[in-house]
């Protein structure tokens, strides 16, 4: 069975500080794998997705992720934090297609000014 | 070009009363998919719509259930309803037909709160 596992539920990190949101995914085929956002009271907002092509995923807002095989991990990092980037942020994992997604638990990404 | 809607934003429910939520989907999506998020909690799936069937299912009792409409607009219906049922509503829609099937856009959500 599919699932992700989100490491932190809460993180904190200075203004103009490295961003790092950790997921580790399960899955017994390749698998299509996303990085969602959600502001309070939003819904969810694609930020980036793997699709077994290039293995560095660039989204919007400065974000990307990397797909690493061998660790199943698809972190998701920014180089310089802002303060429009405290929100929830969800990993999520996809078997096929067209298949449901299955969500982490979400990690909540505090600024500090 | 308008996303994914759905109506209403909130509804207020008594227990074993029922609710019917609405989505309409992006424009030229074909699939919905229903997802309930739990406070605190990531989504999780409900079930998904495509052709006007429901063609998969998540681990949710059969009081949830949908419909689909010629137009790919879609239905969430719970019956019976339960405290626990308390949550926001998110339908994503996508499209199995296009060149990015593999996206689901999500829709604001419908808050729903069972007293």
């Known amino acids: 069975a599919q699932s992700v596992t989100q490491l932190g539920s809460h993180v904190s990190v200075s203004e103009g500080a490295l961003v790092l949101l950790r997921c580790n995914y399960s899955?017994?085929?390749?698998?299509?794998l996303f990085w969602y956002v959600q502001y309070p009271n939003q819904g969810l907002q694609l930020l980036l997705k793997?699709?077994?092509?290039?293995?560095l995923v660039k989204g919007i807002n400065g974000f990307e992720a990397e797909f690493k095989k061998s660790e199943t991990s698809f972190h998701l990092t920014k180089p310089s934090a802002h303060m429009s980037d405290a929100a929830e942020y969800f990993c999520?994992?996809?078997?096929?297609?067209?298949?449901?997604?299955?969500f982490g638990k979400g990690t909540r990404l505090h600024i500090l000014p | 070009d308008a996303g994914v809607t759905q109506s209403p934003t909130h509804l207020i429910k008594t227990r074993g009363q029922q609710v019917t939520l609405r989505c309409s989907p992006k424009?030229?999506?074909?699939?919905v998919s229903w997802y309930q998020q739990a406070l605190g909690q990531g989504p999780q799936f409900i079930f998904q719509?495509?052709?006007?069937?429901?063609?998969q299912r998540g681990n949710f009792p059969d009081r949830f259930s949908g419909h689909q409409y010629p137009n790919y607009s879609s239905e969430l219906n719970v019956n019976a309803l339960l405290l626990g049922d308390s949550a926001l509503y998110l339908c994503?829609?996508?499209?199995?037909?296009?060149?990015?099937?593999?996206?689901?856009?999500f829709g604001p959500g419908t808050r729903l709160t069972v007293l």
């Open positions: 994503a829609s996508s499209s199995r037909t296009g060149s990015s099937t593999d996206t689901q856009y």
């Open positions: 899955s017994s085929v390749p698998p299509y």
């Open positions: 793997y699709t077994s092509a290039a293995t």
């Open positions: 999520a994992v996809r078997v096929n297609r067209d298949d449901k997604i299955i």
């Open positions: 424009s030229g999506h074909d699939t």
């Open positions: 719509y495509y052709e006007e069937e429901e063609r």
